[in-house]
C-alpha cells in the first residue's frame, strides 16, 4: 500500500507540474467547454422548458451542473496516445513496470486540477453577467455529485480505453472518438435535459452510457429529485462490462505492437 502511495504521489505530481506549464492552454481548453451555459440561453430563450414542464431555476441549476459536470469529465487521452504511438514514445513507457494507463489516468487527475482555477473564475463571470443565477447546492448534493462526477470520468475514460486500443490497428483510431461525440452530446444531456426527450428517445438514450456521464451527475449537483442507487448502479454495471473488454483489447493491442516492433 505505501508503494503504491508513493508512485500515485510521484505520478499526480509530476503531471501536476507539467499541467502547469501548459495552464495557459488548459485556459483555453476549460473555455471550449461552455456548450451548456450555450444552450442555458438558448433554452431560456425559447420558452420550450416551460412547455416540458421547467421551471427557470430549475433549468438554470440544471445547466449550470451540466457545466461543471462537463468541465470535470474530459477525457483527451485517445489523442495523446495516438501520438505517443505515432512518434514512438509509447515503447520507452511500455518497458516500466507501471502500464502506461495509469501514466494516462494521472495526467487527467492533474489536469482536472489544474481547471479549477479557471472553472471558478468562469462561474464567478457568470455570477456577475447575470445576478441570482448561482446558487450553493446543499451539503448532500454537493457530496454526491463529486462522487457522481468522478464516477462519470470513470466510466468516460474506460469507454475511451476501448477506442484507444484501436491505435494499436489503425493510425487514425481518433476518428472514431470524434464519431462518437455525436451520441455522447445528443443523448448525455449537455444540450438538452432528460427529461425533454420523447419518451422512446429517453428509453434509448438510458440504454446507453451517456446520460450517465452528464445528466445523472447534473441532476445530482443541481439538487433535482434522481433515483441515487440507479445512477450508481447503472455507472458500476457499465464499468464492469467495459473493465474486462478493454483489458483483453489492451493485451492483444500490446502483442501486435510488439510483433509491429519486432
Known amino acids: 500500500m505505501s508503494w503504491a502511495w508513493r508512485v500515485a504521489r510521484a505520478l499526480l505530481g509530476s503531471q501536476y507540474a507539467l499541467m502547469l506549464e501548459y495552464r495557459a492552454e488548459i485556459a483555453l481548453w476549460a473555455l471550449s467547454g461552455v456548450l451548456p451555459l450555450i444552450m442555458l440561453g438558448v433554452w431560456s430563450g425559447s420558452g420550450a ?11 438554470s441549476h440544471y445547466f ?6 462537463r468541465q470535470f469529465t474530459v477525457v483527451w487521452m485517445i489523442q495523446v496516445f495516438e501520438d505517443d504511438a505515432l512518434q514512438g514514445r509509447l515503447s520507452p513507457f511500455l518497458l516500466q513496470p507501471l502500464s502506461p494507463l495509469w501514466r494516462y489516468l494521472a495526467a487527467h487527475f492533474s489536469e482536472q486540477a489544474s481547471r479549477i482555477p ?3 473564475v468562469m462561474l464567478l463571470v457568470v455570477g456577475l453577467a447575470a445576478p441570482g443565477l448561482l446558487w450553493l447546492p446543499s451539503a448532500g448534493a454537493l457530496l454526491l455529485g463529486i462522487l457522481a462526477i468522478v464516477a462519470a470520468f470513470l466510466l468516460r475514460f474506460l469507454l475511451q480505453v476501448l477506442v484507444t486500443t484501436l ?8 476518428a472514431l472518438d470524434r464519431l462518437l461525440m455525436i451520441p455522447y452530446l445528443f443523448l448525455s444531456g449537455i444540450v438538452a ?8 428517445v429517453r428509453r434509448l438514450a438510458l440504454a446507453t452510457p451517456f446520460p450517465w456521464m452528464v445528466d445523472f451527475p447534473a441532476r445530482l449537483l443541481a439538487g433535482e429529485p434522481v433515483n ?10 457499465w464499468c464492469l462490462l467495459l473493465l474486462p473488454i478493454g483489458h483483453w483489447l489492451w493485451r492483444a493491442g500490446l502483442r501486435r505492437y510488439s510483433a509491429m516492433g519486432a
Do not use: K, M, Y
Open 49 to 59: 422548458a416551460a412547455a416540458a414542464g421547467l421551471s427557470p431555476q430549475q433549468l
Open 167 to 174: 491505435c494499436f490497428w489503425s493510425e487514425r483510431a481518433a
Open 118 to 120: 479557471f472553472v471558478a
Open 228 to 237: 441515487v442507487a440507479l445512477g450508481f448502479g447503472a455507472i458500476a454495471a
Open 64 to 69: 449550470l451542473a451540466a457545466f461543471v459536470v
Open 193 to 200: 435535459p432528460l427529461d425533454t426527450f420523447p419518451p422512446a
